[in-house]
């Protein structure tokens, strides 16, 4: 099968980017089925809000460790009928549990 360059419209923007050959052929041996719906470049915005990039900020919570009393942030909204621990309370009691 020969592929050729195609012009497609990327949903968020709006602009118009070339799906090349080379990519429908690398598509297809991936097996994929469906063509590209973003261009690169909001291919990758979205890549980096998805994975927690400097477009978005993890919430972050003040708590006390449950150990040794210090006041910390994680990354979690804590339960009360768990304790908490900093991250040096934390790695030294995994390093002892293993």
């Known amino acids: 099968m020969e592929f ?3 012009t497609l419209t ?3 923007c709006g602009a118009e980017f070339v799906f090349t ?3 429908q052929e690398f598509y297809a041996e991936k097996g994929f089925e469906n063509e590209p719906t973003r261009c690169r470049t ?3 915005a979205r890549r980096r809000t998805r994975d927690g990039g400097s477009s978005s900020q993890r919430e972050m919570h003040d708590v006390v460790c449950a150990n040794c009393g210090v006041t910390t942030q ?3 909204e804590p339960r009360n009928d768990r304790p908490v621990y900093c991250r040096e ?3 030294s009691m995994r390093n002892n549990n293993y």
């Open 4 to 6: 050729q360059d195609k």
């Open 10 to 12: 990327c949903k968020d």
């Open 21 to 23: 050959a080379g990519e």
């Open 42 to 44: 909001c291919r990758d």
């Open 74 to 76: 994680v990354p979690f």
């Open 89 to 91: 309370c934390f790695n």
